[in-house]
């Protein structure tokens, strides 16, 4: 997407394209969780999971509605 800046904007922008990865103490973990325990948190998980997503899609649904409105 060109908003018509100089090169040097978008150099250093995208130096800071995701700046909270290197402070993201949960990533090496979600990486190098072993598959056993991935398998007992899903099992654990998935009867929640229908009625999060349907709350994501109501929130996404109102929020689409409230830009539509501005």
Do not use: C, N
């Not at 990865?21 to 973990?29: S, W």
């Amino acid at each position: 997407m060109d908003l018509g800046l100089p090169e040097r904007f978008y150099k250093r922008a995208k130096e800071f394209e995701k700046p909270w990865e290197k402070y993201d103490l949960m990533k090496e973990y979600r990486a190098t969780i072993p598959e056993e325990e991935q398998m007992d948190i899903f099992r654990e998980v998935m009867p929640y999971y229908p009625k999060l997503e349907a709350g994501r899609r109501r929130v996404k649904r109102h929020r689409a509605k409230k830009a539509m409105r501005s």
